[in-house]
């Protein structure tokens, strides 16, 4: 099964993080500002103010759960595979609103739901490669720095956006566990803050 289509990713309802901060925040822009203002504090990450404000922008848009299925059409399931094949048949106006579909809904939801990747049985490095392709694609195609920031950047965005969805609430067991075993393998320093910021504090010689 798809990881855009797993049990509780391809809802009609708005996405659970998001339902949250819609009820708790007015201006979501403003909201998902300081939320980022925030994560990158604790982050190496230099990201450009184009990058920053994009970010910001793919957020706010995507509290609304249609945003996130905007690139298919009504009914039909978001499936990464048959989305990048169509973008690939397609003419370039289409193929980059596919890419860059790809691109936005990949981010998004590694970022706020990147534990359910493992239930699908496929790696969470598959989606990071997937977005990671079609942000190439679209920069290819448009020729638009930002659009090479965002593939260059795709997996610290990710662990940055787990960053923002998690300010507001603790993570459980589960997860710490699995971001854990992420750390020892990445050594992401974002994935390291996340940690951080659920009082989980590692010695790096254990790791």
């Not at 990058?51 to 905007?70: C, G, H, K, M, P």
């Not at 860059?100 to 809904?105: A, N, V």
């Not at 195609?141 to 593939?151: A, D, G």
């Not at 969805?165 to 699995?178: F, G, H, I, T």
Request: glycine fraction near 6%; hydrophobic fraction near 40%.
């Amino acid at each position: 099964m798809s990881f855009l289509t797993a049990q509780g990713i391809l809802s009609k309802r708005p996405l659970c993080y998001s339902e949250s901060m819609l009820i708790t925040s007015g201006n979501m822009a403003e909201y998902f500002r300081e939320a980022l203002s925030n994560a990158l504090k604790s982050s190496p990450a230099n990201l450009s103010d184009e990058v920053q404000a994009y970010l910001i922008s793919l957020l706010a848009d995507f509290t609304r759960s249609e945003n996130v299925y905007a690139g298919v059409n009504r009914g039909e399931e978001p499936i990464l595979v048959v989305l990048l094949e169509r973008a690939m048949r397609s003419e370039q106006p289409e193929a980059n609103r596919i890419f860059r579909q790809i691109g936005d809904s990949t981010l998004y939801l590694l970022g706020f739901f990147g534990e359910k990747s493992k239930a699908s049985g496929v790696s969470s490095g598959y989606y990071i490669s997937m977005g990671e392709g079609a942000y190439n694609s679209l920069a290819k195609n448009t020729n638009q720095p930002v659009y090479y920031e965002l593939s260059d950047a795709f997996e610290q965005l990710v662990y940055l956006i787990r960053q923002i969805s998690m300010q507001e609430q603790k993570a459980n067991s589960s997860q710490v566990l699995s971001w854990i075993e992420e750390y020892q393998k990445s050594k992401h320093p974002e994935l390291r803050a996340l940690l951080i910021q659920n009082g989980v504090f590692l010695d790096e010689g254990d790791v």
